[in-house]
């Protein structure tokens, strides 16, 4: 079952759109449906829509307000959470890298230049064993130089030998020898280093000093170089690294505080309360809203309890009931409510079903009355809905009773000659089978009094039983529901006697609608 629905959505007082909306919307919920058929079709049922709708779209949008401010709030905690422990880390890290990294090269201990240059200035270091080898003993190169120059073997010896030439040779090598020999003591003696005033003597005292001055230069230099990666000193490199870098950790733990007014979390938390306080807003006008809208909708439920439209609403709720039940059963329901029929300037009867073409009493008419009116009575019921049946020219009728206005003790389901007496609450579902075992009802008792034709096999009595089992059925429904409004006690037992003559109630009617429907098979195989 479903219904479709047009709805126009109009400008208002607190709108500040400039055009409509047009809707077409199929509803299928039952819940839905339900509520809406509680107003008339037309105005009415699609301002009670269109309320809805606003009232479901504001309560949409503060719903997902409120969850993008939690999601920001929360995404914005864990960001600084992480930001703060990265930077913590890469501060130590950095700290420990420096201070290993100069400790390796520059420690007076173990630190490779200190090593390198130990190794470079000892007495048995690289630079002094490059000394003997070039000036000390007979196998040094200045020896070697000496001795290839004027040896017993040299040219220079070669020539001079007394082998070579007499008299005037060996005299002057004599003298040569003399001189050499002189020559050789004082050439050794620069070279001795036992010779404090010698060549050799000064050189290396020269280099000792110097070795003295260039180790004291670059201890003073390496100092210099510790005292700069030294956090001890407030002017070296490395305090003022350290300052630069605690600068900028307290620069940015500043930009991350709330209690700075000029940081940017502080910003950041003033555009979040600004968001909240505009969401806070929103919310308090939606709350408003809907109880304005509640309030128009309670307003007109009491003026319409009050004046004669609440009378109109439920004729205009009888007659949709019957319109959905005859199109199921293939039927035509009219509403003729406001409408003359037979009897000249007569309106009675609001709707008359008249039965399809495929029935077993086409044709036949079935006049309906529906008051919501707490001065009829019984009496008065039955007068009216005998007009109805003459001023619609009907076989048979059906006057519903509100359950709200119906007389005191009245019973659910009566039948009186031609007309069937019910009482339906058109807010409660559980009374719509009192309704519809009163509209079967009236269409079997058309195909009997349709169809008296003495070859008919169809099965009258069985629905004569069905009907009287109804009535029978219904009697006992009204008499157990007075016993539940005065006997708490027993309401167990009630309940249950109710569920059963409910479940008889049904099973009676569907009995009745299974040998309506034989009786239209056969009736039909006859044509």
């Known amino acids: 079952m479903s219904h479709t629905l047009h709805s126009t959505a109009a400008q208002s007082a607190n709108d500040q759109l400039s055009y409509a909306i047009y809707l077409e919307l199929k509803v299928t919920d039952g819940d839905t449906i339900g509520a809406l058929e509680r107003y008339p ?45 990265q930077l913590d880390e890469h501060a130590r890290l950095a700290q420990t890298r420096l201070v290993g990294s100069l400790k390796e090269y520059f420690d007076p201990e173990s630190g490779r230049f ?20 070039l ?45 050499l020999s002189q020559h050789r003591e004082k050439i050794l003696s620069e070279f001795s280093l036992n010779n404090h005033k010698g060549a050799l003597f000064q050189l290396v005292r020269e280099l000792k000093t110097n070795h003295g001055d260039l180790s004291r230069d670059l201890q003073t230099k390496i100092n210099e170089v510790v005292k700069e990666f ?19 950790q307290k620069k940015i733990t500043e930009e991350f505080s709330l209690d700075n007014k000029q940081s940017a979390l502080h910003h950041l938390k003033e555009e979040l309360t600004t968001i909240l306080a505009a969401h806070v807003k929103a919310n308090a006008e939606f709350q408003e809203e809907v109880k304005v809208a509640l309030g128009k909708l309670t307003a007109k439920r009491e003026t319409e309890a009050r004046g004669t439209q609440h009378g109109l609403a439920f004729e205009d709720a009888v007659c949709e009931f019957l319109m959905r039940e005859a199109q199921a059963a293939g039927d035509i329901a009219t509403s003729t409510g406001h409408t003359t029929g037979l009897i000249k300037n007569c309106k009675v009867g609001d709707c008359v079903v008249e039965l399809g073409p495929d029935s077993a009493a086409p044709g036949a008419k079935i006049a309906v009355e529906a008051k919501e009116d707490a001065s009829y009575t019984l009496a008065r019921a039955r007068e009216e809905i005998e007009t109805a049946r003459k001023n619609r020219g009907a076989d048979w009728g059906l006057f519903v009773f509100s359950k709200a206005t119906a007389p005191a003790g009245l019973e659910s389901f009566q039948r009186y000659g031609h007309d069937l007496v019910v009482v339906w609450d058109a807010e409660d579902c559980g009374s719509d089978v009192f309704f519809k075992a009163g509209i079967v009802t009236a269409r079997a008792l058309c195909f009997r009094a349709g ?30 529901r007075k016993h539940v409004e005065t006997i708490q006690s027993s309401s167990e037992k009630i309940l249950d006697r109710v569920r059963k003559d409910r479940k008889s109630l049904e099973q009676q009617v569907n009995t009745l609608r299974d040998k309506v429907g034989e009786l239209k098979s056969l009736l039909g195989s006859e044509v």
């Open 41 to 85: 079709e037309g105005s009415p049922r699609e301002q009670f829509a269109l309320e809805a709708i606003k009232i479901g779209v504001l309560a949409l949008r503060h719903a997902v307000g409120a969850l993008d401010a939690d999601f920001i709030q929360r995404e914005t905690n864990r960001l600084l959470e992480t930001l703060r422990g």
């Open 114 to 133: 200190s090593q390198r240059v130990k190794r470079l200035t000892a007495d048995d270091g690289e630079l002094s064993q490059l000394l003997r080898g």
């Open 135 to 179: 000036l000390d003993g007979d196998d040094s190169r200045l020896a070697k130089t000496l001795l290839s120059h004027v040896g017993e073997s040299s040219p220079l010896m070669k020539l001079l030998s007394p082998d070579q030439s007499q008299g005037l040779l060996a005299t002057l090598r004599g003298n040569v020898e003399g001189q």
């Open 230 to 248: 030294s956090l001890d000193e407030e002017n070296s490199a490395l305090s003022r690294l350290v300052n630069k870098v605690d600068g900028a």
């Open 451 to 480: 169809r008296q034709v003495e070859t008919q096999s169809a099965d009258f009595e069985a629905i004569d039983r069905a009907i009287l089992e109804i009535e029978k059925r219904a009697g006992n429904l009204d008499a157990i």
